[in-house]
């Protein structure tokens, strides 16, 4: 780290002193006899003295900011601002009044103190700032007078370093933290909150990579601090005539780099690199520079020699490439080919034109040798092949079914018939007046058979098991059935389909169902057959990621005959539908389940006979049970598979 360190002349202040603590000691030590001979320093260029002399030759600019010359009274602050800089530091602001100023900055423990001995602190700024939403070191700044002059006093919390500059009449003191310095990386932060005329900005740090130096300067010519960093940094700096003015400085181990830049800033300058060469200006001047040299190029441009350019188009399309190449072409004015009328537009100059033939699906071109060759670049990248994906779906559709119903028929019939009474049991009253009357009749009355309860199973195929007794004129029937149903079923369809990259492409498999209608009018009752589809369909677009994945937008479909419903006029069939559309980023040859839908059902029914369902055990003559359970399940995978196609 190389430490230099100079003040102005200033009455009841340390004298001038310049200790250099690097390898240069020498050549600063000698510089200081050489005072007199550089008492007009502004009239020489900097880059004609040798590097001690230039840091000695600030006494002569900074002996005009002596403050014994000051008017007292005549100077003061006229703002104090604050806001938050680059990586989390605290950047302090002061405005004075006029031209003149001489702050000092000092470390006190955990406080910043920066005194201005020849500077007035009006009353309205005698007050503290709490700065603490800001997110910096600084925590408090308090401003005070001190005797004719200010004191302003920051009170920071944490390990920091701190640094200050003048330019003009403005002294700005930043305190950076020093995890911030050390970590050296570009990070954006967070705009603050602002409070009593701070103002908060949003920037982004940059690393620094430069070894520590420190200046302490006060007033010294600009082109004086830009011979020691080009001291320091081994680089030739080229300073333009129009550098001029003074700067005051403090920084402490802070990186060269840095220390240009800031000074650059503090300035109004700005740099441009070549190799070793630094170029240092101001920025309007660089901004001017930079546009002749830009018009010189494009005046060259229109007086170049135009050559025209035949370029076979392969995979591509010469008219979509045109289209690409030229804003006409985009905007459909160009018909069979695309010309730029008088400005630059696209990839083309402004005397060049784009034009193609769709036959040989050919380009040609017309413009000067430059933009041509970077045409010809530009369509070899393009005109490459396109990679192909390979897409495989699996439906898979599981059923899984369970009934088992009970039922009971119950039936008794009798007569009973001697000389005091009749009495007969049967099913209902017309069967009981029937026996009832061949007994007052004296006839042998028939007994009629008939059921009490009929609750059998409905199913189909349902098991039963019948019981008679018949004994001394009385019948007496019984039947039970029972069925248990048990189902599964599988359906797998597997569609495969292979597309380009960013190509639709669709599969269909599946029947279209015909049932007839009936229509009215002239021709009324006449059939008309109608059809619905019921199929199977993968429609997917794909697009291959720059690193490698695969994202498809996709439709699957998956249609089944569920049955028919009659309505009189013919049988119309049902369609069970299944569809998923989805978008899906994915893995090359990574499985995925885009899609399921899983469906319970469970019902249990009951009917039976009130009161006599409900006596145990011979309850189960007068009800019947029936219980369903039924699950299915749907389910889609897909499997996608890049094909790299390799250009010959």
Same mark, same amino acid.
């Given at each position: 780290?190389?430490?230099?360190?100079?003040?102005?002349?200033?009455?009841?202040?340390r004298?001038?002193?310049?200790?250099?603590?690097?390898?240069?000691?020498?050549?600063?030590?000698?510089?200081?006899?050489?005072?007199?001979?550089?008492?007009? @320093?502004?009239?020489? %260029?900097? +880059? !004609?003295? /040798?590097? &001690?002399?230039? *840091? #000695?030759?600030?006494?002569?600019?900074? $002996?005009?900011?002596?403050p014994?010359?000051?008017?007292?009274?005549?100077?003061?602050v006229?703002?104090?601002?604050?806001?938050?800089g680059?990586?989390?530091?605290?950047?302090?602001?002061?405005?004075?009044?006029?031209?003149?100023?001489?702050?000092?900055?000092?470390?006190?423990?955990?406080?910043?103190?920066?005194?201005?001995?020849?500077?007035?602190?009006?009353?309205?700024?005698?007050?503290?700032l709490?700065?603490?939403?800001f997110?910096?070191?600084?925590?408090?700044?308090?401003?005070?007078?001190?005797?004719?002059?200010?004191?302003?006093?920051?009170?920071?919390?944490?390990?920091?370093?701190?640094?200050?500059?003048?330019?003009?009449?403005?002294?700005? @003191?930043?305190?950076? %933290?020093? +995890? !911030?310095? /050390?970590? &050296?990386?570009? *990070? #954006?932060?967070?705009?603050a909150?602002? $409070?009593?005329?701070?103002?908060?900005?949003?920037?982004?740090?940059?690393?620094?990579?430069?070894?520590?130096?420190?200046?302490?300067?006060?007033?010294?010519?600009?082109?004086?601090?830009?011979?020691?960093?080009?001291?320091?940094?081994?680089?030739?700096?080229?300073?333009s005539?129009?550098?001029?003015?003074?700067?005051?400085?403090?920084?402490?181990?802070?990186?060269?780099?840095?220390?240009?830049?800031?000074?650059?800033?503090?300035k109004?300058?700005?740099?441009?690199?070549?190799?070793?060469?630094?170029?240092?200006?101001?920025?309007?001047?660089?901004?001017?520079?930079?546009?002749?040299?830009?018009?010189?190029r494009?005046?060259?441009?229109?007086?170049?020699?135009?050559?025209?350019?035949?370029?076979?188009?392969?995979? &591509?399309?010469?008219?979509?490439?045109?289209?690409?190449?030229?804003?006409?072409?985009?905007?459909?004015?160009?018909?069979?080919?695309?010309?730029?009328?008088?400005?630059?537009?696209?990839?083309?100059?402004?005397?060049?034109?784009?034009?193609?033939?769709?036959?040989?699906?050919?380009?040609?071109?017309?413009?000067?040798?430059?933009?041509?060759?970077?045409?010809?670049?530009?369509?070899?990248?393009?005109?490459?092949?396109?990679?192909?994906?390979?897409?495989?779906?699996?439906?898979?559709?599981?059923?899984?079914?369970?009934a088992?119903?009970?039922?009971?028929?119950?039936?008794?019939?009798?007569?009973?018939?001697?000389?005091?009474?009749?009495?007969?049991?049967?099913?209902?009253?017309?069967?009981?007046?029937?026996?009832?009357?061949?007994?007052?009749?004296?006839?042998?009355?028939?007994?009629?058979?008939?059921?009490?309860?009929?609750?059998?199973?409905?199913?189909?195929g349902?098991?039963?098991?019948?019981?008679?007794?018949?004994?001394?004129?009385y019948?007496?029937?019984?039947?039970?059935?029972?069925?248990?149903?048990?189902?599964?079923?599988?359906?797998?369809?597997?569609?495969?389909?292979?597309?380009?990259?960013?190509?639709?492409?669709?599969?269909?498999q599946?029947?279209?169902i015909?049932?007839?209608?009936?229509?009215?009018?002239?021709?009324?009752?006449?059939?008309?057959?109608?059809?619905k589809?019921?199929?199977?369909?993968?429609?997917?677009?794909?697009?291959?990621?720059?690193?490698g994945?695969?994202?498809?937008?996709?439709d699957?479909?998956?249609?089944?005959?569920?049955?028919?419903?009659?309505?009189?006029?013919?049988?119309?069939?049902?369609i069970?539908?299944?569809?998923?559309?989805?978008?899906?980023?994915?893995?090359?040859?990574?499985?995925?389940?885009?899609?399921?839908?899983?469906?319970?059902?469970?019902?249990?029914?009951?009917?039976?006979?009130?009161?006599?369902?409900?006596?145990?055990?011979?309850?189960?003559?007068?009800?019947?049970?029936?219980?369903?359970?039924?699950?299915?399940?749907?389910?889609?995978?897909?499997?996608?598979?890049?094909?790299?196609?390799?250009?010959?």
């Open positions: 780290m190389t430490v230099f360190e100079a003040t102005s002349l200033r009455p009841a202040r004298p001038l002193a310049l200790r250099p603590t690097s390898r240069r000691a020498m050549l600063v030590g000698l510089a200081t006899g050489l005072l007199a001979a550089f008492s007009a @320093v502004n009239a020489a %260029p900097p +880059a !004609a003295m /040798a590097p &001690g002399m230039l *840091a #000695t030759a600030q006494v002569a600019a900074a $002996a005009g900011m002596d014994a010359k000051q008017v007292p009274g005549a100077l003061s006229a703002d104090i601002d604050f806001k938050r680059d990586g989390g530091a605290g950047r302090l602001i002061v405005h004075f009044s006029g031209n003149g100023a001489v702050p000092d900055l000092r470390n006190q423990g955990s406080s910043v103190v920066i005194s201005v001995g020849n500077a007035q602190l009006p009353a309205s700024l005698q007050k503290p709490n700065v603490t939403d997110a910096t070191p600084v925590q408090r700044i308090d401003a005070s007078p001190s005797g004719n002059g200010a004191q302003i006093v920051l009170s920071t919390s944490g390990p920091y370093q701190s640094m200050a500059y003048q330019t003009g009449r403005d002294y700005i @003191v930043e305190i950076v %933290p020093k +995890a !911030a310095v /050390a970590a &050296g990386t570009g *990070a #954006t932060n967070a705009t909150p602002t $409070a009593m005329g701070a103002t908060a900005s949003t920037t982004t740090t940059r690393g620094y990579t430069g070894h520590p130096v420190t200046f302490n300067f006060q007033d010294v010519p600009v082109r004086t601090v830009l011979q020691l960093i080009a001291e320091e940094s081994n680089l030739n700096i080229v300073a005539d129009t550098v001029s003015g003074n700067v005051t400085l403090r920084l402490i181990n802070v990186p060269w780099d840095q220390a240009l830049d800031i000074v650059l800033q503090a109004g300058l700005d740099k441009r690199r070549s190799g070793n060469v630094v170029w240092i200006a101001p920025q309007a001047e660089i901004s001017k520079y930079e546009q002749d040299r830009e018009d010189a494009i005046a060259i441009e229109n007086r170049a020699e135009m050559v025209t350019e035949y370029i076979p188009i392969s995979y &591509g399309n010469a008219e979509d490439l045109a289209k690409l190449l030229t804003e006409e072409a985009k905007n459909g004015q160009s018909g069979g080919g695309a010309s730029t009328g008088g400005q630059s537009r696209g990839f083309l100059s402004p005397r060049g034109s784009i034009s193609f033939d769709r036959r040989t699906n050919t380009l040609l071109v017309i413009d000067i040798p430059q933009r041509v060759a970077s045409i010809k670049d530009l369509v070899h990248e393009l005109d490459k092949p396109v990679d192909q994906v390979v897409i495989e779906a699996r439906i898979v559709i599981a059923n899984e079914s369970f088992r119903e009970i039922g009971a028929k119950f039936g008794i019939t009798g007569t009973q018939q001697n000389t005091l009474f009749s009495n007969s049991i049967s099913t209902n009253i017309a069967n009981q007046n029937a026996l009832v009357t061949s007994a007052v009749n004296g006839t042998i009355p028939t007994i009629t058979r008939g059921l009490n309860t009929n609750l059998p199973s409905t199913l189909a349902a098991g039963s098991l019948a019981l008679s007794i018949l004994n001394g004129g019948a007496l029937d019984m039947e039970l059935s029972a069925l248990q149903t048990e189902g599964r079923g599988e359906i797998i369809s597997n569609p495969r389909i292979v597309t380009s990259n960013q190509k639709e492409a669709t599969i269909t599946g029947q279209e015909g049932y007839l209608t009936t229509t009215g009018g002239a021709n009324a009752n006449a059939p008309t057959v109608q059809f589809n019921a199929v199977l369909m993968l429609k997917v677009t794909p697009t291959i990621t720059a690193d994945r695969v994202f498809l937008n996709m699957v479909t998956k249609d089944d005959l569920q049955g028919y419903i009659d309505t009189g006029a013919g049988q119309v069939p049902t069970a539908k299944r569809e998923v559309t989805t978008a899906v980023l994915m893995e090359d040859g990574q499985t995925v389940v885009i899609g399921g839908v899983y469906e319970f059902k469970n019902s249990q029914d009951m009917s039976k006979v009130p009161f006599l369902a409900d006596i145990p055990i011979l309850g189960n003559l007068f009800k019947k049970k029936n219980r369903t359970n039924s699950k299915a399940e749907l389910l889609i995978f897909v499997t996608p598979k890049v094909l790299r196609v390799a250009q010959r």
